[in-house]
C-alpha cells in the first residue's frame, strides 16, 4: 500500500494545481445514450460524436477500425453461453421441455463446435472457446490446468454422440420421431430460442437452432435486444415456457482470484433470487461441493483442488449452462480519453471509471472538466432499486459510477484496495493457506477464534432485535477468521448525493435487511432471498461494533479466501450501505420497505411477478408516485424503519430532515436515486434513453485519488523443445522463455509456470511445474524414467504462467515428435 499511495502523491504533483483541489471526478458531466449498432457506436467515436463506446469489441473488422483510429482497452471477461429452461418436463400448457433433463443438457456440449464459432463468428481472433464454468484468462484455470483441459478434451465435439443421447431421452420422455421430426402427444415439439440480437450471440444462437433443426425439432427463433428478452427469461416464470433456450452473455467486473463461487451462482437456487434460478435443481453431491466452495469448507489447497476438480466435472453434467465463448475485446474510446479499464470488465465493467475517465491533450497530459459522452449497446435495461434491481452489467456501469464503496479492486490483478474503510486486521485460524499483498491489512494466525457471546449473529423479525452469539449458540461457537475493520472519523462528514451526512442507520439497514427479507416472519419476506441467506448464515457467525465513532466493528465468519485482502474486503462492507444492486441511504430504502410490506411493489422481479405489482423502480415509471407517497406521509411522521435498532443512532427531527433533502432531491431531479460517488444522477430520459451524470463537488476525495494504473504486465512466453525429434528413455529439457515488451520478466514477479503434456490423440500424459532459471526463463526437466513410458509420436507441450502483478495468465505451446 505505501507504494500505492506514493504513486498516488506523484500523480498529484504531476498534474498540478488544480488536481488537488478539484473534488468528485474529473469530468464536469457523463451523458449516457444508446447505440446498439457497434459499428455505428466506433464511426462515432471517430467522427467525435461521442468519447466512449462501452463494450468490449470482438469482431475483427471492427478491432482493425479501433486499432487504427482510436485509443483502446483490451479485456478478457466476457463471455457467451446458452441458458437453458430446466422446467419440466411439461411446462403448464403441457409443452414438452428436453432440457428438463440434464442428460439432454450435457449433450449439447457436443453437439457445437466451439472452434468452428470462434473462427466464424469471431475471425479467430475476438474469442477463444470456453468449455468450463470458470474463465480460462483467470488464475484458478492456470492452477487446474491439467483438469481444465482433459474435460475440454472431453467435451470435443461429437454430433454423433450427442444425437445418440438426444434420441434416447426424447424417447424416454414419451416423444416418437415420425419422418424425421420429433413430435409429443400428437403435437410437433418446438423449441422456443431466444436469440440477443446486438452481437455474435445473434449467429451463436442461429448455429445452434440450426443443429437442433437437423436433429428433428422444429425452433421458434425469437430474435430479440435485451431489453425484449429481459421479461422472456429473466423476468419469467420458467414453468410459463416463455423460452427453452436463451443466448445468455456475462462480463466479470473485476479479476475473481477465486471462482469457487461460480458453481453456486450458475447453477444453484442460491445464485440469484429470479424464478429461473429457483428452478435449479442441481445433483446432491454437486450442490453440496458447490455450496462448499462458495463457503470456503477447506482445510487446504490440495483440498480445494480436490473438490474444484469435482465441481468442474459434475457442471458438465449437469449443464444448466452450456458455455461456447470466452471474448477477447476491445473497448474503444477516442484518442483523447484515458480510463483506469479493467482486465476482465473492459470499461464498462470497471469499477474505477468513473474515478479516472478524464480527457488529455495532445501531449497526453490530463485536461480537467469537459463533458464525456458515453453511448451503451443497451440502457435503461430493468427497473433499478439497490436491493435486488437491475443487474445488467450497462445499468451497473452507471450505478457503479455514482456509488461510493469500502474498498475497490485493482483493475489488473483484483486485490482489493481500501477507499471508505481505513485498515483492517484479518485473524485467521491456524492452517489455513491464506497470504497477504498489501499494508492496508494485517493478517495474524490463531490456533483458535471464539465468537464473543454478545456479537450479534442473527435477527429476531417480530421483536426487531438482534440475536447474540449466546441465544444463537449456547455451547459457544469459533470461526475460521475474524476482520476488526476500522473506520477514519470524517466518514459521518461524508455527503450523501441529496446533502444528508452519513450515518450508522444507513449502513445497518443494509445488515438487517439481509436478514429481514429472508425471514418467513417479516412483512417483506422474499423467498426469493432465502437460498442465498441460508449459505450465509452457514459462515457468519457474528458482528460486534466496538466503537461508533471512529466506527471500529469486528466480523466473524468461516468463509474465507486465498488472499487476505479479499477476505478483508468481504466484511469491511457489513455495515456498508451496499446491497445487492447498488448503494444508497437508508431514508431512501424505507419508502421501498413501506411499499413492500402493503403488497404495492417489491424489490424483486420474482416476488414482483409473485404479487402481481410492479418491480421497484426508483429511478422512473408507476413505482415513483407510490414511493412518493410514502415520502410525503414520512415528513409528517418521521418514520424510522427498524426504530428499536436504527432509532438508536437517528433521532425523529433527523429522520425528518432527511426525508426533507430527499423532497428537494426528487422536485429538482424528478427521480429518487440517492447515492454517493463521485458522480451523480442528475436528469433521467427513460424513452430517449438518455442519463445524465454530473461531478459531485461535494465529494470528499481529491478527483486524482485512483490515478496510479500504468500498463498491465501481460507476459509473453514462448517454449521451445530441445530437438524437433525426441528419444523416449532421454531426459528433456523446455525451456520457456517469459518476457515483457521484449524484457525478461521478473521472476520475483511469477507465481509459478505449469506444464502439461499431450499425446497424439490429445490425451494429457504428464503435468507439472516448471522451474526458475534466471529473470525470464523457466526449464521443464522430464527425467528420463517419464519419458520411457510416453508413446511414440507427435507430443504437445502447453504451459502456462500466473503472474503475481497482473492476475492474466499466458500460454504457450509446441510440438515434437517421440521415437
Known sequence: MRKWLVLALVVTLALG?????????????????????????????IAGAADIYAFAIPEPDLVKKILANLHYYVSYGSYNELTFNPYGPEFRDGRLN??????????VNWLIDRDYMVQEFYGGVGAVPRYLAITPSFPDYARLADVARALELKYAPNPEKAKAIIFEKMRELGAELVDGKWYYKGQPVVLTFLIRVEDERRLIGDYVATLFEGLGFEVERLFKTAREASPLWIGADPADGTFHVYTGGWVTTAISRDQGGNFNFFYTPRGRPELLWQAYKPDPEFDEIADRLARRDFKSIEERNQLFARALELSMKDSARVWCTNLVGYSPVGKNVRVAADLAGGVYGAWLWSRTVHFVDAAGKPVPGGTLRIAQPSMLTEPWNAVAGTNWIFDMMIIRGVSDYDTLPDP??????????????????????VMKTLDWVELKFLPEIKVPEDAWADWDPVAQRFITAAERFPEGATANTKVVCYYPEDLYERLWHDGSKWSLADGLLAFILTFERAKPESPIYDEAAK??????MRHFKGLKILSVKPLVFEVYSDLWYLDAEWIAAGRTGYLMPQYAQGVSPWHVIALGIQAEAAKELAFSSSKAKRLGVEWMNYLAGPSLAILTRYLEENLATGYIPFESVLGQYVSKDEAIARYQNLKAWYEAKEHLWVANGPLYVDTVKPVE???????????????????VFAEPKIAEVEVAAPAPVLRRGAPWDFLVEVTFKDQPYPLGEIDFVTYLLFDAEGNLVLSGRAEPVKDGLFVVSVPADKTAGLPVGSIRIEVAVASKVVAIPSFAQATFTVF
Open 412 to 433: 489488473y490483478t483484483g486485490l482489493y484496495y481500501p477507499q471508505l474503510v481505513q485498515k483492517a486486521e484479518v485473524y485467521v485460524k491456524e492452517g489455513l493457506p
Open 689 to 707: 434513453k438518455v442519463v445524465v451524470l454530473k461531478n459531485f463537488e461535494a465529494f470528499a476525495d481529491p478527483a486524482d485519488k485512483w490515478l
Open 98 to 107: 428436453p432440457f428438463y433433463l440434464k442428460e439432454v443438457r450435457e449433450a
Open 531 to 536: 437460498p442465498a441467506f441460508d449459505t450465509f
Open 17 to 45: 494545481a488544480w488536481a488537488q483541489v478539484r473534488r468528485g471526478a474529473l469530468v464536469d458531466e457523463v451523458v449516457f445514450f444508446e447505440e446498439p449498432t457497434r459499428a455505428k457506436g466506433i464511426d462515432m467515436l
